[in-house]
C-alpha cells in the first residue's frame, strides 16, 4: 500500500504490489466506507475522475518509486490499481 496526504486528504492506493486481485481491506473500504487511519476516523472515496487520477498517480511515483512498477505489474494480468481518497469524518 501506498500512501501520501494530498492537503488534508490522505490518498491511499491499495496496489498490492501490483497482484492481479484487489487487497482484502480495499474491499471492506468499498463496502463500508467509514475507516480508520491511524486511529482517526476517514471515510473513503474512490477517485474516479481521470485528471485526478494522473496528478495522484503522479504525485504517488515521487512518494513510492515502486508505484509505477506496481501499475504495469497489474496492467498484465488486467487489473487497474484504484486510488482511494480519504477525508476526516
Known amino acids: 500500500m501506498v500512501y501520501f496526504h494530498d492537503g488534508n486528504r490522505v490518498?491511499?492506493?491499495p496496489s498490492k504490489a501490483g497482484l492481479p486481485?484487489?487487497?482484502f481491506w480495499y474491499q471492506?473500504?468499498?463496502a463500508d466506507p467509514?475507516?480508520?487511519f491511524e486511529a482517526?476516523?476517514?471515510r473513503a472515496e474512490v477517485?474516479?475522475?481521470?485528471a485526478s487520477q494522473e496528478r495522484l498517480w503522479a504525485l504517488a511515483d515521487r512518494v513510492h518509486g515502486a508505484a509505477a512498477l506496481y501499475r504495469e505489474r497489474a496492467a498484465r494480468s488486467g487489473r487497474v490499481i484504484?486510488?482511494?481518497q480519504l477525508t476526516r469524518r
Open 40 to 42: 482517526q476516523p476517514y
Open 28 to 30: 471492506n473500504a468499498i
Open 21 to 23: 486481485d484487489d487487497p
Open 34 to 36: 467509514n475507516v480508520l
Open 11 to 13: 490518498i491511499v492506493t
Open 82 to 84: 484504484p486510488i482511494l
Open 47 to 50: 477517485v474516479e475522475d481521470p
